[in-house]
């Protein structure tokens, strides 16, 4: 039997209220928030799909575990049940726990950067990023050329250009290579997936040339899934031998447990390398904590533990990808211009293709996110001028490469019905299309104005 619909693998035993408003309601909601979604306040939000980080649902057996957290400064049995769940999973010796991604990340490039150094990736995540920078380094992001084509399939749009990756360290020097870093899933290029092929080539090339190889695998599991059903010789892999062959191939792995660990804050660094991991514990005891728990309080830990394991369970993971997927597809059999193929975590819309008629120094993709919020309490977020569009010397717009939407789904906590309701707010917002406006900043910071800027209707 085949049937159509994806039914949640979980029942639910504890509900979190939706707070419902009328469409007038909510267009004084938004002129209060002037007209940027992350000034709205969660309760005037329906359906929230501003970020999956740190939003998913706990399990009961995570909840369970909470109760147990040791809270003992050193030797706690939650860091020994920590420390196994991501030692059997990645393999790597060393394991540093952290607050969140950012800190493993300013921990790591914090002492592999600094002026001269170089860091290679297929994208750099802006954490990532931002931390490089931050300690004087340089970051060159090396997608595969498909990743620039949203219209045409590619099985593995994540994948990083490995004749451009040997170009750049013959061309800085292995010696002042800082780290190569596969992001998986491709989390800034779209939640695209990076096969096992890949991978190993990126780690034949680290190997030959002695260049330190990093995993950013926040979305492992999920990038697991696409390397099953996309990738010959893998259909007969479990998802976790998938990540755990991919991890093998790496030098150590940064990981934001508020994605794939299905918690909603944590993260940690996992090394191989004696020396480097000694080097990254020290600067963890100044910044984060001692070393048996890092960042993170034992109960903290306890819920990672549950979660890497769940995260790879088969029907967790079909739900997932498949839902995901579920809305991405009905988006695109109605004509919204959507990233495609649908990636792991996300629907991304190309907001300038959809709304023609409003130029881009009019911000169409803050167009669409008040849509969106006006017909349904939908909330997203711009990944476009908004966010990265500068100005030149006479104060015009210099864009975004492009003019993206972001529909980012939490996991485990919207049921199909929550998802046909977005897509039935998409019928409406099409009917409406040509009718939409641009907008106009009237207030922003000097840095990251997406977050508080505040907006004119025109
Ligand atoms: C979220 C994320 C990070 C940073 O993690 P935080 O927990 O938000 O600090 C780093 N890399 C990728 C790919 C991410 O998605």
Avoid at 66 to 73: F, V
Avoid at 102 to 118: D, T
Avoid at 265 to 283: P, Q, S, V, Y
Wanted: glycine share 8%.
């Amino acid at each position: 039997m085949n049937f159509k619909t994806i039914i949640e693998p979980f029942k639910i035993k504890s509900v979190e209220t939706i707070t419902m408003s009328s469409e007038e309601e909510r267009v004084d909601f938004l002129k209060l928030a002037h007209f940027n979604p992350f000034l709205l306040k969660s309760e005037q939000v329906i359906i929230d799909f501003l970020t999956d980080s740190g939003t998913s649902a706990m399990s009961n057996e995570q909840w369970a575990a909470i109760m147990r957290g040791d809270e003992s400064y050193a030797g706690a049995k939650s860091w020994e049940r920590f420390y196994n769940a991501v030692n059997d999973l990645t393999g790597f010796e060393y394991v540093l726990p952290t607050h969140q991604g950012r800190a493993a990340e300013r921990i790591l490039y914090g002492h592999l950067g600094g002026p001269g150094k170089v860091f290679i990736s297929n994208t750099h995540f802006d954490t990532t990023r931002a931390n490089i920078e931050f300690s004087g380094a340089t970051a060159y992001d090396i997608a595969i050329e498909e990743a620039k084509n949203h219209s045409v399939f590619h099985p593995f749009k994540g994948n990083l250009d490995c004749n451009k990756l040997e170009d750049l360290i013959n061309e800085h020097g292995a010696e002042n290579i800082g780290a190569v870093i596969l992001t998986v899933t491709n989390n800034s290029g779209g939640g695209q997936p990076v096969s096992m092929q890949n991978a190993k080539e990126v780690a034949a090339i680290c190997k030959k040339h002695h260049v330190l190889y990093i995993l950013d695998c926040c979305r492992i599991a999920e990038n697991s899934y696409f390397v099953k059903h996309r990738e010959k010789g893998y259909e007969n892999h479990s998802y976790r031998q998938i990540a755990q062959e991919m991890f093998a191939l790496a030098d150590g792995c940064v990981m934001s447990a508020k994605k794939d660990a299905l918690v909603n804050m944590g993260g940690f660094l996992a090394l191989k390398d004696e020396k480097l991991a000694e080097a990254c514990t020290n600067l963890l005891i100044i910044t984060e904590g001692f070393s048996t728990y890092g960042g993170l309080s034992g109960r903290d830990m306890e819920a990672i533990a549950i979660g890497l394991n769940e995260v790879f369970d088969k029907d967790y993971i079909y739900y997932r990808i498949k839902s995901t997927e579920y809305l991405g597809e009905k988006l695109r059999e109605k004509g919204v211009p959507v990233m495609y193929p649908i990636g792991g975590h996300a629907v991304y819309i190309d907001s300038a293709k959809l709304y023609d008629h409003i130029p881009l120094n009019k911000y169409p993709g803050q167009a669409l996110v008040c849509e969106l919020y006006r017909i349904g309490g939908i909330r997203c977020v711009e990944v476009g001028s908004v966010m990265f569009g500068k100005y030149d010397e006479n104060g015009e717009l210099i864009p975004a490469a492009m003019e993206l939407v972001r529909l980012a789904i939490p996991r485990r906590v919207y049921t199909q019905s929550h998802i046909d309701y977005v897509v039935e707010v998409f019928d409406e917002l099409m009917k409406n299309k040509a009718n939409v406006k641009g907008y106009k900043i009237i207030k922003e910071p000097k840095l990251l104005r997406h977050f508080t800027a505040h907006f004119e209707q025109l």
